[in-house]
């Protein structure tokens, strides 16, 4: 795997219960080139004896594993992310993906893949920390894999997509980027349908993407400002703030499109406090609905 793509990709266990397991995944990592492994609150002895057996030679990514207390801690520095699910998302509106169609979108930029916990996967607010979701097909008599096969699958998908793009090792971000974009452009213009599907499933977003962590100091100043106006009330915020995530990972804004959106947040807070209210109209009779924005 092009080492450039590998130290791209981090993969991101949260709360793994087994160590087997987590030996597993280090072992399937350092076999498809990759070494970053990220542990969020794990409930088990990553470096004990019995994720060492199942890691054999690959002890090494256990050793150099980093473990965080929360999943924001473990995108710092991504621009992308891929969650997990073996939902079939009825119960979350983002749209289901397959590995295939989606992993390689990782390749281009600091990125992380997303797992769940063994026994309930990934909460609906976790998933909302993800701008795309991937659940890999199974059969209906069974549907749930074991998370080390789950990884070892998405793995090998990330190793194959590399070899599709390019065949030798690139040595700058920049010029990787370049040859993921050559690598679309030939797809086959004989099959129009191809070249849109892949177009579609593969979105081109800006390189200058804003990183997840500058997104989230986002969604928190929005979040405060919206309960203070009113418009976000205590006991519904958070559902009501992952509409708000849904709306912004489909847009990728940069980094200055963020500074400029925390900006408003900024100026509009000034506002409240330094301007008096207006009267109230005498046209509403002082009626203004509890919520304007839902009328």
């Known amino acids: 795997m092009l080492s450039t793509a590998a130290a791209n990709i981090r993969i991101v266990l949260v709360e793994p219960a087994g160590?087997?397991?987590?030996?597993?995944?280090?072992?399937?990592?350092?076999?498809?080139?990759?070494?970053?492994?990220?542990?969020?609150?794990?409930?088990c002895d990553h470096v004990g004896e019995e994720a060492r057996l199942m890691a054999v030679r690959a002890a090494d990514?256990?050793?150099?594993?980093?473990?965080?207390e929360s999943l924001p801690r473990a995108l710092v520095g991504c621009v992308r992310a891929i969650a997990t699910t073996g939902d079939d998302c009825r119960s979350h509106p983002m749209q289901l993906e397959a590995p295939a169609d989606a992993l390689p979108w990782l390749l281009e930029a600091p990125s992380a893949l997303i797992?769940?916990?063994?026994?309930?996967?990934?909460?609906?607010?976790?998933?909302?920390?993800?701008?795309?979701?991937?659940?890999?097909?199974?059969?209906?008599?069974?549907?749930?894999?074991?998370?080390?096969?789950?990884?070892?699958?998405?793995?090998y998908e990330l190793s194959k997509s590399v070899v599709n793009c390019h065949s030798q090792e690139v040595a700058s971000f920049p010029e990787f980027a370049s040859s993921i974009s050559d690598?679309?452009?030939?797809?086959?213009?004989?099959?129009?349908?191809?070249?849109?599907?892949?177009?579609?499933?593969?979105?081109?977003?800006?390189?200058?993407?804003a990183p997840l962590e500058n997104l989230e100091g986002y969604y928190l100043q929005l979040e405060s400002?919206?309960?203070?106006?009113?418009?976000?009330?205590?006991?519904?915020a958070a559902s009501r703030m992952e509409k708000f995530r849904r709306l912004y990972n489909r847009a990728y804004p940069t980094v200055d499109e963020?500074?400029?959106?925390?900006?408003?947040?900024?100026?509009?807070?000034?506002?409240?406090?330094?301007?008096?209210?207006?009267p109230v109209s005498d046209i509403l009779d002082g009626a203004l609905p509890e919520n304007p924005t839902d009328t």
């Open 19 to 43: 160590p087997l397991n987590v030996g597993s995944v280090a072992r399937v990592m350092k076999n498809m080139g990759l070494h970053q492994l990220i542990l969020v609150n794990p409930q």
């Open 61 to 68: 990514i256990l050793e150099r594993a980093k473990v965080v």
């Open 115 to 155: 797992f769940g916990r063994e026994d309930c996967g990934l909460t609906n607010a976790e998933l909302n920390r993800a701008q795309r979701l991937i659940r890999i097909p199974s059969s209906d008599a069974y549907t749930s894999l074991n998370l080390a096969q789950a990884v070892a699958i998405c793995c």
């Open 183 to 209: 690598a679309t452009d030939n797809l086959s213009t004989n099959n129009p349908e191809q070249l849109a599907t892949s177009q579609t499933e593969n979105p081109s977003i800006p390189l200058n993407c």
């Open 225 to 236: 400002l919206l309960l203070k106006i009113g418009y976000l009330q205590p006991q519904t």
């Open 258 to 278: 963020v500074a400029m959106l925390r900006g408003v947040l900024r100026q509009t807070e000034w506002g409240i406090k330094n301007y008096a209210r207006s």
